[in-house]
């Protein structure tokens, strides 16, 4: 039950976050990003129980139906809103904080290969623009604002808003 409890508050997070969504029931059915979620849920559960082809079966299903690609170890916490979703990636080692959103055409991904951590940490109540590419180790802290396009090879201070490419910080709140 607790399951379909977490699903019902993650659509329920949605509608107040987005204000094009009418209800709960548009957001079950035409969603992109909650359908992504739901996939990678599954798919991150075999991988933590070493069934590792299973997990990669179900989210290469998910790529295929949602657009969106999201590696079953990555680490995502509650409430990932991903807003039009199309062209999202989010690579193996990443770790998602909790109330993120993020933009269509976003990728947490890695800038050379290595046997540890490759991907972004990402705090809570982060905001990532459209089209934003957050590449390597790096952490963004929380309540930071990535804008639109913004290249992001550094990290970035909790409360800061960075743009540009590369990115550069605009504003920091204390």
């Known amino acids: 039950m607790k399951c379909l409890t977490d699903i019902i508050a993650a659509a329920e997070m949605i509608k107040k976050r987005d204000p094009a969504a009418h209800s709960l029931l548009e957001i079950f059915m035409t969603y992109s990003g909650f359908h992504a979620l739901a996939y990678y849920r599954a798919a991150h559960w075999f991988y933590q129980h070493k069934f590792y082809l ?12 949602t657009g969106i ?3 079953p170890g990555a680490k995502i916490g509650k409430f990932l809103f991903i807003d039009h979703g199309n062209g999202v990636v989010i690579g193996q080692t990443a770790v998602i904080g909790d109330n993120v959103t993020i933009m269509h055409n976003v990728t947490l991904g ?3 290969q ?3 951590r490759r ?19 790096i952490t963004i802290g929380a309540k930071a604002k ?4 913004t290249i992001v090879l550094i ?9 540009g ?7 920091r709140k204390k």
Request: proline share 7%.
């Open 69 to 71: 690609e999201i590696h």
């Open 155 to 163: 990290d970035v201070p909790e409360g800061a808003t960075i743009v």
């Open 119 to 137: 991907h972004p940490i990402v705090g809570n109540n982060v905001f990532i623009g459209a089209g934003a590419q957050l590449l390597g180790p």
């Open 165 to 171: 490419n590369p990115g550069h910080l605009v504003t």
């Open 110 to 112: 890695s800038r050379k």
């Open 114 to 116: 290595m046997n540890d």
């Open 54 to 65: 299973l997990a990669a079966l179900i989210s290469h299903s998910g790529k295929m139906t």
């Open 146 to 149: 990535i804008g639109a396009g």
